[in-house]
């Protein structure tokens, strides 16, 4: 069992920044891969950008170059650095991860963008 709690979502104006933490607890050793997901209203949850033990990332092409998503392992967290953000980022974003065939998902953090 693997627990994932997030933090760091809120209100912010376009052109801002936040930062989304993600902490996992439990039976961490096996995790290898880290994501964050987001879902806007009416939409499928997409993924925004994942993090592979050892260094490699993958963005979504409607975020690269603004986010960036990096972890420390030793605190077995994962952050999603937000730059330059737009109305169309207004979203719940999740923390994921797998292990084996069973997904884990956070419980969502509110991003909204907004003037």
């Known amino acids: 069992q693997v627990q994932l709690e997030e933090s760091g979502g809120g209100l912010v104006q376009p052109g801002g920044s936040l930062r989304l933490s993600c902490a996992a607890s439990?039976?961490?050793?096996?995790?290898?891969?880290m994501a964050w997901y987001r879902q806007a209203p009416g939409k499928q949850r997409e993924l925004v950008a994942a993090?592979?033990?050892?260094?490699?990332?993958n963005y979504a092409e409607s975020v690269r170059g603004r986010f960036t998503i990096f972890r420390d392992n030793a605190k077995n967290t994962v952050y999603l650095q937000m730059n330059s953000l737009k109305a169309e980022d207004t979203a719940v974003y999740y923390c994921?991860?797998?292990?084996?065939?069973?997904?884990?998902w956070g419980q969502g953090t509110q991003v909204t963008v907004s003037s």
């Open positions: 439990g039976n961490v050793f096996a995790i290898n891969v």
């Open positions: 994921h991860t797998k292990q084996g065939i069973i997904d884990y």
């Open positions: 993090s592979i033990r050892g260094g490699s990332t």
